[in-house]
T-cell receptor, first 114, second 115 residues
Framework: AQSVTQLGSHVSVSEGALVLLRCNYSSSVPPYLFWYVQYPNQGLQLLLKYTTGATLVKGINGFEAEFKKSETSFHLTKPSAHMSDAAEYFCAVSDSGANSKLTFGKGITLSVRP | EPEVTQTPSHQVTQMGQEVILRCVPISNHLYFYWYRQILGQKVEFLVSFYNNEISEKSEIFDDQFSVERPDGSNFTLKIRSTKLEDSAMYFC?????????????FGSGTRLTVV
């Protein structure tokens, strides 16, 4: 079985500050890891994903995440927050098999203060 | 960019009533999914569907739930007799290959409120 832990439900940062959203996973097989973002009244949009290869992955809107197997983590970062980054962020894990489902964390709401 | 379309965006129904949530997946996608998120909780997998049959379903997906692809474009989730605890945001997703590395496209969700 796979699981994702996103500690806390809300993170608030100032505009221009570093964004760090934490994600830890549990998986008995090599994981595929994802970050999704949900803006108000919109669907879940893929920010970035790790499948194999380079452990530092870059996504859209300046976000990146690093897969650390030893720490079972896949934290999301952005060097400088923008007001438009305010949204809910979900970490998810799956295995590599065909028709695999995603297992999500609870999500974290990011607020950006002017 | 192709989208997954879900209707309605909000639905309020009385307990015990049947509801049908509708989704139009991306046209060349072959794998379809329903997820739900109860307020304040995790997004949970409900069911996956391929080649006109259920591929996998979760424990949540009991006999009260059913899915159907009635024509070449729609993918529906039916809840036969809604309960208060069915109140949630329901997300439809589709995938071209059903392989995670190729990604899934999610709709914007239907917020179901059972009163």
């Amino acid at each position: 079985a796979q699981s994702v832990t996103q500690l806390g439900s809300h993170v608030s940062v100032s505009e221009g500050a570093l964004v760090l959203l934490r994600c830890n996973y549990s998986s008995s097989v090599p994981p595929y890891l994802f970050w999704y973002v949900q803006y108000p009244n919109q669907g879940l949009q893929l920010l970035l994903k790790y499948t194999t290869g380079a452990t530092l992955v870059k996504g859209i809107n300046g976000f990146e995440a690093e897969f650390k197997k030893s720490e079972t983590s896949f934290h999301l970062t952005k060097p400088s927050a923008h007001m438009s980054d305010a949204a809910e962020y979900f970490c998810a894990v799956s295995d590599s098999g065909a028709n695999s489902k995603l297992t999500f964390g609870k999500g974290i709401t990011l607020s950006v203060r002017p | 960019e192709p989208e997954v379309t879900q209707t309605p965006s909000h639905q309020v129904t009385q307990m015990g009533q049947e509801v049908i949530l509708r989704c139009v997946p991306i046209s060349n996608h072959l794998y379809f999914y329903w997820y739900r998120q109860i307020l304040g909780q995790k997004v949970e997998f409900l069911v996956s569907f391929y080649n006109n049959e259920i591929s996998e379903k979760s424990e949540i997906f009991d006999d009260q739930f059913s899915v159907e692809r009635p024509d070449g474009s729609n993918f529906t989730l039916k809840i036969r007799s809604t309960k208060l605890e069915d109140s949630a945001m329901y997300f439809c997703a589709s995938s071209e290959y059903g392989v995670p590395s190729y990604g899934y496209t999610f709709g914007s969700g239907t917020r179901l409120t059972v009163v």
